[in-house]
């Protein structure tokens, strides 16, 4: 146990989820490539405001003029993402100078920091490489696994009593790893703009099987140089991403509501299975709403931040289900 540990994991995994929903109103808004370069934006720490500095930054950057509701939002998530960086960065100096009850933390808190740093070359690929799917749906994926660590360590680092739960520990490792490929699969429907690709519900385009081209719609290697902003697929393609996609809500429903009910029988345990089933449930009618609404911002942006709470859930009841090592 290390309380301060714990109260600075605690923060930092707070605004690790921030950064995630953020990011993704980022995304979603069409402001990813709101600032053409990176760590700054139009050769500036800020972003360009005055009348001066926008014809300075067109002049510069002429195949990305200024729009400054965009780039304004883009820099906002790079400061907060820094922000994260120093956090991180606190939690292993403490980890690896301070007390002695912190030492079973430092290879987790070292772990995070080369994540962290990962992310932070990731996020300027975003960039550099044009929102480039691969690159996207990388950014996403360690965004999450970031929340997840800093969840662990915040949960592993405080008073949180632990029990070994037969069996059990295995089952929500299981229901983790399909949710950490449905997002997945998620990021991939965002990343590739499928995600209106079948705009009605139950079908897709009217159709029960409509044409779709699973080879096209599943090969990461892309050029380099494209821009992808707005995606370059074609329907066929996006289609069979959005089918897949929508196959894979199904079968997280179903297996994290299992989850849900078999942890039900713990009472240790109940608290963290029904907020598991409340947010899958949750979660699944925001994949509805996305669709039928046709992409709200607001409804696709929840979409991002319940997943990324499920994934703390998940650590949550992991914690609870592993023996903690002297």
């Known amino acids: 146990m290390s309380p301060k540990i714990h109260r600075l994991a ?18 979603l808004s069409h402001a990813g490539l709101g600032c053409p370069d990176w ?17 300075a930054a067109n002049e510069a950057f002429p195949e990305r003029p200024v729009e400054v509701h965009k780039a304004w939002r883009e820099m906002v998530h790079r400061y907060l993402a820094g922000t994260l960086v120093l956090l991180v960065l ?3 100096w403490m980890a690896w ?38 690159v996207v749906m990388g950014h996403l994926l360690g965004g999450m696994a970031t929340l997840g660590l800093l969840s662990w360590i915040a949960f592993r680092s405080g008073r949180l009593p632990y029990e070994r739960i037969t069996g059990m ?30 705009p009605d519900l139950p079908k897709c385009t009217g159709q029960w099987m409509p044409e779709t081209d699973f080879a ?24 069979a991403i959005h089918i897949t996609h929508r196959i894979g809500a199904i079968v997280t429903l179903l297996f994290l509501l299992a989850t849900g009910l078999r942890l039900m029988h713990w009472q ?9 089933m409340t947010l899958v449930s949750l979660q699944f009618c925001l994949g509805l709403l996305n ?36």
């Open 90 to 92: 606190a939690i292993n």
């Open 268 to 276: 240790e345990l109940r608290s963290g299975a029904l907020a598991l």
């Open 10 to 27: 605690l923060i930092a995994a707070v605004v690790a989820l921030c950064v995630i929903v953020l990011g993704a109103w980022v995304r």
């Open 169 to 198: 520990r295995g089952m929500v490792l299981a229901a983790l790893g399909v949710l950490v490929l449905q997002i997945a699969l998620g990021g991939w429907t965002s990343a590739n703009y499928a995600a209106l690709a079948c």
């Open 216 to 239: 096209g719609a599943f090969t990461v290697s892309r050029e380099v140089g494209v821009n992808y902003e707005g995606g370059i697929l074609d329907q066929p393609a996006r289609a």
């Open 97 to 134: 100078r301070g007390e002695r009850s912190a030492r079973p933390l430092r290879g987790i808190a070292a772990v995070t920091l080369v994540l962290i740093l990962f992310q932070a070359a990731l996020g300027m690929w975003t960039v550099t490489l044009k929102l480039m799917p691969i």
């Open 291 to 326: 669709v039928h609404l046709k992409l709200p911002l607001a409804n696709a942006v929840a979409h991002n931040g319940v997943a990324a709470l499920l994934i703390a859930c998940l650590v949550w009841l992991l914690a609870r289900t592993t023996v903690r090592r002297a």
């Open 39 to 55: 760590p700054g934006c139009y050769g500036k720490l800020t972003w360009p405001t005055a009348h001066h500095e926008v014809s």
